[in-house]
């Protein structure tokens, strides 16, 4: 096992009714900023029941965060931040519109004579302070409540980038299974692919012996290998959507990433995908991640028939036929699940691959995956066995 540091500082307040604590977690005399996506936080009643939670505080609206949260939308919510002189930020909804506030918590307090996007060209490494952000949380899927990491899509540039910074991990997060119960089946799938990948990227790497993790991970898949159909065939069943918030988040808080190596370049390519083509988050990581797999079975060649015995019961037959069937198996829960396994069948008429590989170059993108070598001829490899 390798060495690390885990400070996971959220405070979580999972369950039924949580939401009648969120005015315990915030300062008496805050100047709170409620951001939020859709309106399905308006048609669910959630939005308003925030309102009379919060009544006689000082409240700001911010609406319309779009999935994969916009650069251009995220800096009018920057602007209202400092024009208000907000103090903290109170993220209502799924990850995008908790990435998106991790965004303007950060740029609010950004030097002014700098462009804000400035922090996603450095990775997050020059923020030096944030507004103080919560979040009630009504997708599971990303695990941003309790991480320090936001992906923000850049549409005139065509870029979508990461960054990260222990300024912006959320002071809490309130995770009631019930807001999830009308989610569209669109974003409960969504939520569980990601979920599912977000472990495999941390878990299929190589061996370093970290027996406590790899269990770990491989209850969290298990888990949502059962209980990601029935979601979908009981949407008002509260076990089930709590098995899966609760799954999303421990996916990405750290805790299975400690002390392991880490891929991360499914979601790389992917993000690339998502601002080319718009594609979903979670469409781009159904595609390319069993592409990877394939053409990274050699390197991942241990973890792989770990894998596909303890997730998937494989036992019998070689080690190339257990690959296969795994990397087979992972595709075949996606596409249960209602995703999409190839490119071709997302919609799209063809695939640019010369411009992605000219936006992973320009990015310097060129040796990705835990073993850094993932150049830009085997990442063409990889989205052109994803098509």
């Given at each position: 096992?390798?060495?690390?540091?885990?400070?996971?500082?959220?405070?979580?307040?999972?369950?039924?009714?949580?939401?009648?604590?969120?005015?315990?977690?915030?300062?008496?005399n805050?100047?709170?900023?409620?951001?939020?996506?859709?309106?399905?936080?308006v048609?669910?009643?959630?939005l308003?029941?925030i309102?009379?939670?919060?009544?006689?505080?000082?409240?700001?609206?911010?609406?319309?965060?779009?999935?994969?949260?916009?650069?251009?939308?995220?800096?009018?919510?920057?602007?209202?931040?400092?024009?208000?002189?907000?103090?903290?930020?109170?993220?209502?909804g799924?990850g995008?519109?908790?990435?998106?506030?991790?965004?303007?918590?950060?740029?609010?307090?950004?030097?002014?004579?700098?462009?804000?996007?400035?922090?996603?060209e450095?990775?997050?490494?020059?923020v030096?302070?944030?507004?103080a952000l919560?979040?009630?949380?009504?997708?599971?899927?990303?695990?941003?409540?309790?991480?320090?990491?936001?992906?923000?899509?850049?549409?005139?540039?065509?870029?979508?980038?990461?960054?990260?910074?222990?300024?912006?991990?959320?002071?809490?997060?309130?995770?009631?299974?019930?807001?999830?119960?009308?989610?569209p089946?669109?974003?409960?799938?969504n939520?569980?692919?990601?979920?599912?990948?977000?472990?495999?990227?941390?878990?299929?790497?190589?061996?370093?012996?970290?027996?406590?993790?790899?269990?770990?991970?491989?209850?969290?898949?298990?888990?949502?290998?059962?209980?990601?159909?029935?979601?979908?065939?009981?949407?008002?069943?509260?076990?089930?959507?709590?098995?899966?918030?609760?799954?999303?988040?421990?996916?990405?808080?750290?805790?299975i990433?400690?002390?392991?190596?880490?891929?991360?370049?499914?979601?790389m390519?992917?993000?690339?995908?998502?601002?080319?083509?718009?594609?979903?988050?979670a469409?781009?990581?159904?595609?390319?991640?069993?592409?990877?797999?394939?053409?990274?079975?050699?390197?991942?060649?241990?973890?792989l028939?770990q894998?596909?015995?303890?997730?998937?019961?494989?036992?019998?037959?070689?080690?190339?036929?257990?690959?296969?069937?795994?990397?087979?198996?992972?595709?075949?829960?996606?596409?249960?699940?209602?995703?999409?396994?190839?490119l071709?069948?997302?919609?799209?008429?063809?695939?640019?691959?010369?411009?992605?590989i000219?936006?992973?170059?320009?990015?310097?993108?060129?040796?990705?995956?835990?073993?850094?070598?993932?150049?830009?001829?085997?990442?063409?490899?990889?989205?052109e066995?994803?098509?």
């Amino acid at each position: 096992m390798q060495n690390f540091t885990l400070h996971t500082p959220t405070k979580v307040l999972f369950g039924k009714g949580q939401v009648f604590h969120l005015r315990e977690q915030l300062p008496d005399n805050a100047r709170i900023l409620i951001t939020y996506g859709g309106g399905s936080v308006v048609r669910s009643g959630l939005l308003e029941q925030i309102r009379r939670e919060l009544a006689g505080m000082t409240l700001f609206e911010f609406g319309g965060i779009e999935p994969n949260p916009a650069y251009e939308t995220l800096m009018n919510a920057v602007e209202l931040a400092r024009a208000e002189q907000v103090d903290f930020l109170l993220a209502v909804g799924g990850g995008s519109v908790l990435d998106g506030t991790k965004f303007i918590a950060a740029a609010a307090h950004y030097d002014l004579t700098k462009d804000p996007w400035h922090i996603l060209e450095t990775v997050g490494t020059e923020v030096r302070s944030a507004i103080a952000l919560g979040v009630v949380m009504t997708l599971p899927a990303t695990g941003s409540e309790m991480n320090r990491v936001g992906i923000i899509t850049n549409k005139s540039r065509g870029e979508k980038w990461r960054f990260a910074s222990e300024h912006v991990v959320p002071r809490f997060a309130v995770l009631d299974p019930k807001l999830t119960y009308t989610l569209p089946e669109r974003q409960v799938v969504n939520g569980v692919v990601d979920a599912f990948i977000h472990i495999l990227e941390q878990y299929l790497t190589y061996p370093v012996n970290a027996k406590v993790q790899d269990r770990f991970a491989e209850g969290l898949l298990l888990t949502l290998i059962e209980e990601g159909p029935k979601a979908l065939a009981e949407p008002h069943n509260y076990e089930v959507r709590a098995n899966i918030m609760w799954s999303a988040t421990l996916a990405l808080n750290g805790l299975i990433g400690a002390g392991v190596p880490q891929d991360w370049a499914t979601h790389m390519l992917g993000h690339e995908l998502t601002a080319l083509h718009g594609l979903d988050h979670a469409q781009t990581l159904a595609a390319v991640l069993p592409a990877l797999l394939q053409v990274k079975r050699k390197q991942k060649h241990a973890k792989l028939l770990q894998y596909a015995e303890r997730v998937w019961g494989l036992r019998s037959g070689s080690d190339a036929e257990r690959i296969d069937d795994a990397i087979a198996a992972t595709r075949d829960f996606f596409e249960r699940m209602g995703a999409k396994t190839r490119l071709r069948d997302c919609g799209l008429k063809e695939l640019s691959i010369d411009t992605l590989i000219s936006k992973l170059a320009a990015r310097g993108y060129t040796a990705l995956g835990e073993h850094g070598d993932i150049d830009l001829v085997q990442s063409q490899h990889i989205y052109e066995a994803a098509w």
